[in-house]
């Protein structure tokens, strides 16, 4: 093997193992994100966990809503108030992707970019680029199902400030590795946050059914012991439970506490004020009971009750 050969055989095992060392850190990094509460809260955090695990000065988040493009988190290394600052004037200006810009042809084409002589290139969005004083950067669609909802954007501004060609291929393709890691997680915190709500709903209602049954059975228990007198009460009770044969079996149980305050010679009015119903609601109650058993009238109707048979 020549001189020349194994400079380049060595060039390439260094540049492997940084490769690994940087997507090593990417993981990592991943991992810390995953492990936050809220979509919210890995959005806010995402930025300087790019710029670190990427090895970037600066990191920014954008999230794509609509045909703009709205800056979502702003890294720059030990200057948090600088990155403050960036981050208001970004959601200021927001960049339309309707534009020809960088950012418009990367969602077309759904891919990374490495951008150098961002000061001068044509398609570069100059608001931004000159507020924030870059020269060269890399950008990565976040785009979980195929479907691209925001961009991360880096650089080394500042120990390269004014050097066009301050990035490369490999800062391109960790921040790609970065993007495609945060959008499923992005993905994941979402579908677990919809699981958490729908959870919250059917607890919800698995509460208000209790409250309703409860009271229900509050109300037949009530109802039961309402004071018809010794011998009437106790028919009454029974009078819950269907008879074994014969047409009173067909009766529901309102229908049945109905049946057993006829048997003890209740009108119309007593019924309703006994079942804490309409009047006109016990007179329905009445005449449905007297079809159903085949009677003719209420005495009929209570003596089948107390006979408990046809």
Known sequence: MSRQELE???????????????????????????EVGSVDAMITRAAAEAAHACDMDRAVIYRV??????????FIEGDEGRGAELLAFSR????????????????????PMLVEDAQNHPQSYK????????????????????RVIGFIHG???LRSPRDPHGVDELDRDALWAFAEGFGYAVERMQMLERMRAQGDEVRQLIARTEAV????????????SAPLGEAGTARAAAALLPA???????????????LALIAEGATNSQIADRLVIAESTAKSH????????????????????????P
């Open 8 to 34: 380049v055989a060595l060039a390439r095992e260094q540049e492997l193992r940084e490769r690994l060392r940087v997507f090593g850190r990417i993981q990592e990094a991943l991992v810390r994100l995953r």
């Open 92 to 111: 200021e200006h927001p960049l339309s992707l309707r534009e020809q810009v960088l950012e418009r042809e990367m969602l077309r084409q759904r891919r």
């Open 65 to 74: 809503d609509a045909d703009m493009m709205v800056a979502e988190a702003f």
């Open 244 to 258: 074994a044969n014969g047409p009173v079996s067909t009766l529901t149980r309102r229908e049945l506490e109905v």
């Open 286 to 309: 009445v005449k449905r009971i007297l079809r159903r058993l085949g009677a003719a009238n209420r005495v009929e109707a209570a003596s089948m009750y107390l006979r408990g048979a």
């Open 127 to 146: 608001p931004f680029i000159r507020r924030y004083g870059t020269h060269a950067y890399v950008a990565a669609p976040i785009m979980p199902e195929g």
């Open 213 to 224: 049954v409860s009271e229900h059975l509050a109300a037949q228990v009530e109802l039961a």
């Open 155 to 157: 650089d080394k501004g």
